[in-house]
């Protein structure tokens, strides 16, 4: 497949002001008729042939200004129709089988409803159209088909129309008075029923809600309807950003390749990001709903208003509605937990990706298939990005830059760089400079040293840009650094403040200090770079107890921890180093467990020890099997010294009523969080313990937290309790994707043998995207049994990309990159990762996907 290339952007030699869609629905034969309306673009070359996308369609008829034509041609799956005047009317036939349809992208069935996915090259698969987020039209949409089997007939926009055919047949037409791009044109027919509500908007207009969903699920909807509501209110006040259509739409699908997608006035939605009531959805559900609806619907203007030009500039909706959305859900959730939640994702699943095969900028500059592209650099480094520059400007001057480019922008399909200068202009910011950060990948690494002499601290800061493919050699970037310096003595700082490293070394002086201070940096994570601070441990076990800035205590923290589970699971410890390590992150726990000034959310933040990829990411060649058992023996550890504050934690905490308030959501937080710390130490009394939180458990936190420890040990309440969580909730495929989940990621020795009959299970289909990921990303997250020394997690995966593949291409791309780690991995696992890419490069029929992930991560 051929490398397309930002550079090679041309604008599109027609323009498509309207187009008029009519479709004969069928599940498994729906007649679509599109007819555009075409003119020549006077702002491009011109072009006596208009190339229209198709992606496994034959046009059934082709006619212009209304005449029967046969004088096209097709290039691949594209229909290149020779047009020789200034404008025209192209309309034409194709058929499509919705039930057929297992890529799940155009038009597909779902559980006998009929939608769409178009972002980003689907709408190629429903009918021949400019396949290009430049195009914009207005759409015209009518529907026809069994009212018994389709009774709800949608599409983006109003419904203008309807009426009742013959032989039970009825129809609707809608009509979207914004012009968009095809990617954003969405269709959904099926036996549905809403729960309705209306939000007024700052200008008085009255705008009617619905969330569309299986009658079954109707009682599981009032949260996603709340979050909606609260996040069109948030953009009003915080963005200036009003809704713009009478109408707004949520339909919930249950086969979905991501999370949702934000079609105008018809947003999409994934189950898993709909669904939710107290004893089925966990806490972790119901704040990832409410941030999933507001990204969806922050995209009105953040992609909609104003899209893309090309997929090249992804990163301009995308990593900007990810910046809207966690903002959004820090004023909902609290600032200092979704912060350091936020930065614990990046750092997880950005940052690998950053250093390894698939490091791109946030603005690549080719790709073969865009579908590759949804990644976490686009979305939480592009985020980042953009963070940086309010951090910058100020969230008042922020504003006015945003402001200037949604006034700029408005119903224009725009760049990066449009937004950039948008911010320059708007924001009073000059990033001539910041705008590397669009164009070099790689996690800039900082060093950061303290050093002091009379009275005087002097901080001296460098920083590294790391090679990444296909950019050898880098420029240092601005980096905004927010810093305190604490007097150790009395604990206070003199203010926070805002050091920008512009360049490669920067050396500042702080006067005043008797004593040598102690440095808190990157407070809040100003900035998404990896920091190497040279400072004694006791100054972070100083810091984890007191560091007023909520992400730089739980970054002490941390740091304690890395520090001493790399030199472990590296160069190794000699016995005085081992206990020192140990006792001091004893210290710094103790202190965190019984501060009565942390509520327990935060509490729980600062509970959770580094995550094994990341610590893999911090050496140079890695381990995992000595990672795993260093951190494991840690846990065990501090199970035994802290044993008693921790079943205090668990005694207290479970008697907590439930309530999905911040301090009972606290509760089961670290209720949860001591039991797994326990159970490394003592087994089987924390059995017993999980056993009981699972018998008494009113919600699914509570029940879920206990059944994934105890799925870690071998034991008859495991089994019991397992075969009990399957019975009570079968009929809800959600909490059966939590089932395989907790098994596929447990501490269990088996847990590999648990997957491999899991996946003969008779729930368990590859049809299913969520449940795909349920069984099998949680197993390749699951590092003692993905990186078992016999190379075993290593072929499932590659077992299981190879029998996706064919199925679901973008769902089986997305497990190469867990395998693309192989050059960091020590060598007898490199090689036994890298035998299975080779074993899946060496398939033939590879789609262009999976081909293109694999080739990379080889490269
Ligand atoms: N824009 C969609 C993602 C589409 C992914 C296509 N492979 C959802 C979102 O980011 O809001
Ligand atoms: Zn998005």
């Known amino acids: 497949p051929p490398l397309i290339r930002r550079e090679d952007y041309r604008p599109f030699p027609w323009l498509v002001p309207e187009i008029a869609l009519d479709f004969d629905l069928g599940l498994e034969a729906t007649k679509v008729t599109a007819t555009l309306t075409v003119a020549r673009n006077a702002r491009a070359d011109t072009s006596q042939v ?11 008829s082709v006619a212009v200004d209304g005449e029967l034509v046969n004088d096209w041609t097709m290039d691949g799956g594209d229909l290149m129709l020779p047009l020789p005047g200034e404008a025209h009317e192209v309309a034409i036939v194709t058929e499509i089988d919705p039930s057929a349809n297992s890529q799940l992208m155009g038009l597909y069935a779902s559980n006998g409803m ?115 509501k609260k996040s069109m209110k948030w953009d009003e006040e915080v963005f ?13 699908v249950g086969d979905f390749n991501m999370g949702a997608m934000e079609n105008k006035g018809l947003n999409v939605f994934n189950t898993k990001y709909v669904l939710a009531d107290p004893e089925t959805a966990t806490d972790g559900d119901f704040d990832a709903i409410e941030g999933v609806i507001a990204h969806e619907y922050f995209h009105n203007w953040s992609g909609n208003r104003v899209t ?22 820090q004023d909902m959730q609290g600032e200092a937990v979704k912060r350091i939640e936020d930065v614990r994702v990046l750092r997880s699943v950005q940052f690998p990706e950053d250093s390894g095969p698939l490091a791109h900028p946030i603005r690549p500059d080719s790709f073969r298939e865009i579908s590759n592209f949804y990644t976490a650099t686009i979305y939480n480094k592009g985020a980042e990005v953009i963070r940086m520059m309010r951090t910058m400007a100020g969230p008042a001057a922020f504003r006015q830059g945003t402001d200037l480019y949604f006034e700029r922008h408005d119903g224009e399909a725009a760049t990066c760089e449009d937004f950039v200068r948008a911010m320059e202009d708007g924001a009073g910011l000059d990033l001539t400079k910041f705008r590397l950060w669009y164009s070099q990948a790689g996690t800039p690494k900082v060093s950061a040293d ?12 460098r920083q590294q840009v790391p090679p990444t493919p296909g950019q050898p050699a880098k420029h240092p970037m601005p980096v905004p650094l927010k810093l305190a310096l604490f007097d150790r003595e009395t604990g206070t700082h003199r203010g926070e403040q805002l050091v920008m490293l512009d360049g490669a070394e920067k050396t500042i002086a702080f006067e005043g200090f008797a004593q040598p201070p102690v440095l808190s940096i990157n407070r809040s994570f100003s900035a998404p770079v990896s920091i190497e601070r040279h400072v004694p441990r006791e100054d972070l076990v100083f810091l984890a107890a007191r560091d007023d800035d909520a992400f730089a205590r739980s970054e002490a923290m941390q740091e304690l921890v890395v520090g001493h589970l790399v030199a472990a699971a590296g160069e ?57 058992a260093e951190r494991e023996s840690l846990k065990a550890w501090l199970a035994g010294e802290l044993g008693r504050e921790l079943r205090d934690i668990h005694a207290r905490a479970s008697s907590v009523p ?84 907790l098994q596929a990621m447990s501490l269990h020795p088996d847990a590999i043998e648990h997957v491999k009959a899991l996946r003969q299970h008779e729930d368990f289909t590859l049809r299913n995207p969520n449940r795909v990921r349920a069984l099998y990303m949680a197993f390749a997250g699951n590092p003692h049994a993905f990186h078992a020394a016999s190379g075993e997690g290593y072929r499932m995966i590659a077992d299981m990309i190879l029998e996706l593949d064919p199925i679901n291409s973008q769902t089986a791309a997305r497990f190469v990159s867990p395998l693309g780690r192989w050059r960091r991995m020590e060598p007898g696992r490199a090689a036994l990762m890298r035998g299975e890419l080779e074993r899946i490069a060496a398939a033939t029929g590879l789609s262009r996907d999976t081909r293109e992930q694999v080739t990379r991560s080889l490269g």
């Open 450 to 461: 303290l050093s002091h002499e009379g009275e005087v601290a002097t901080l001296t800061l």
């Open 308 to 329: 893309c030009r090309d997929w090249f500039q992804l990163s301009l909706k995308e990593g900007f509605t990810v910046l809207r959305d966690q903002l959004f859900s």
């Open 572 to 628: 190794g410890l000699d016995e005085n180093e081992r206990s020192e390590g140990r006792a001091a992150i004893r210290e710094a726990l103790t202190a965190i467990l019984v501060d009565p000034g942390l509520d327990d959310l935060m509490r729980g933040e600062l509970m959770v020890l580094p995550g094994e990829t990341y610590l893999a990411e911090q050496m140079l060649i890695a381990d995992p099997g000595r990672i795993h």
């Open 50 to 60: 208009i190339r229209l996308n198709g992606d496994g369609l034959q046009p059934l």
């Open 658 to 741: 439930y309530s999905l308030d911040r301090a009972a959501r606290g509760a089961r937080k670290v209720k949860t969080l001591a039991l797994s710390l326990l159970a490394a130490g003592d087994p089987e009394r924390t059995a017993d313990l999980a056993a009981g939180q699972y018998d008494a458990a009113d919600n699914m936190t509570d029940r879920q937290g206990a059944l994934m420890v105890l799925a870690g040990f071998p034991s008859a309440a495991r089994t019991d309790r397992l075969i009990d969580f399957y019975r009570r909730y079968r009929e809800n495929p959600l909490v059966i994707d939590k089932w395989f989940s």
């Open 240 to 252: 200036g950003r009003e809704y713009d259509l009478d109408l707004f739409n949520i339909v919930a």
């Open 114 to 228: 009929l939608c769409t996915q178009c972002e980003a090259e689907g709408f190629r698969r429903i009918t021949f159209f400019p396949d290009r987020p430049d195009v914009l039209s207005i759409y015209r949409v009518r529907m026809e088909g069994p009212k018994a089997q389709f009774p709800i007939l949608l599409s983006n926009g109003n419904k203008i129309a309807e009426g009742e055919g013959e032989g039970g047949r009825h129809w609707a037409e809608w009509h979207d008075p914004w012009p968009k791009p095809s990617y954003l044109f969405a269709l959904v027919a099926g036996d549905l029923v809403a729960r309705s509500d209306s939000f007024t908007t700052m200008s008085g207009r009255e705008v009617a809600l619905n969330v569309w969903v299986r009658a079954e699920d109707l009682p599981r909807t009032g949260h996603a309807m709340e979050s909606l």
